[in-house]
């Protein structure tokens, strides 16, 4: 009977842990800008900081890594997603607050 007990916790243990992992938000690649050639935008790394910055214009769903020499690389958060400027990751687009992104 004791033996039952850890064997059934280690389980348990399993099936949460997937339950989790299967909830979180996709870890698929981030697309990059060059796969979407035709669409226009007009953020502007032009004196910021390095760094990763939501598109707001695009409703976060885009992000920009602004580099040391002000050119910007696009990127496109997966399915779903937008980019979280307060912790800097895509992130399920309903705990996304686009609105108030560039405060962060």
């Known amino acids: ?38 669409v226009t935008f007009t953020f502007d790394c ?11 214009e695009f409703n976060c769903q885009l992000f920009h890594m602004c580099d040391e020499d002000g050119r910007r690389i696009p990127h496109m958060c997966a399915n779903d997603t937008a980019f979280n400027q307060e912790y800097r990751i895509c992130d399920w687009a309903s705990n996304v607050d686009c609105d108030n992104a560039n405060q962060w």
């Open 1 to 38: 009977m004791t033996r039952q007990l850890p064997t059934f916790f280690s389980l348990a243990v399993m099936v949460i842990a997937c339950t989790v992992v299967c909830s979180l938000p996709t870890l698929s690649r981030v697309k990059r800008w060059e796969e979407f050639p035709n």
């Open 46 to 56: 032009t004196d910021r900081p390095v760094g990763f910055y939501a598109d707001q």
